[in-house]
């Protein structure tokens, strides 16, 4: 994909269920994901569309409860070329529009790339949650025991960008 291209996003719509029910199950192996010991179904969330060329090329679920911003997926079908980084800058301008406290996601202790990008893009680590993957295995068993590099899952790990409401 050419890196000159213009990024365009916009809120999902209807007409997008279809491409997010296969996008997501493509990348979780189902539509249904766990944070903080909480099943989302992945499709009914509200979210963000990454546009280029035509062509949808990442997606960004979020939830908002009690004025915090609760980043559920974000997947994108390319790396280093912006489009992860312009769905995160969206994030935080609608929390801010709604006054939300702050933007925080659950990531896992595999996750090494994401724990890089989010933290270049703003995000503080505030919590772990020592050994949550057991509570969400039992939620959502397919979740494997062994994730990235060979590293055994087990933490969550919450990210958050605080917001001056």
């Given amino acids: 994909m050419n890196c000159g ?6 809120d999902v719509a209807a007409s997008d269920q279809d491409w ?9 192996g189902s539509n249904r994901v766990v944070s903080s010991g909480v099943m ?11 546009w280029r060329s035509g062509v949808r090329v990442g997606l960004l679920t979020y939830q908002t409860v009690e004025k915090e911003f609760e980043i559920v997926t974000l997947d994108c079908v390319e790396e280093k070329v912006g489009i992860g980084s312009a769905m ?9 529009k709604s006054s939300c406290k702050r933007v925080w996601l659950i990531t896992t202790n595999d996750n090494m ?22 509570r ?11 994730g990235l590099y060979g590293i055994p899952l087990r933490d969550e790990i919450e990210l958050e960008i605080p917001l001056n409401s």
């Fill in 20 to 28: 997010i029910e296969n996008f997501v199950k493509k990348r979780w």
């Fill in 88 to 96: 995160i800058s969206k994030a935080v301008d609608l929390a801010r």
């Fill in 40 to 50: 989302h179904d992945v499709p009914q969330l509200p979210g963000f569309i990454a």
């Fill in 136 to 146: 969400s295995r039992r939620l959502k068993p397919e979740i494997p025991q062994i």
């Fill in 5 to 10: 291209q213009r990024i365009t996003i916009r």
């Fill in 113 to 134: 790339p994401a724990l890089r990008f989010y933290q270049k893009r703003g995000f503080h680590l505030v919590a772990i949650h020592r050994n949550a993957l057991e």
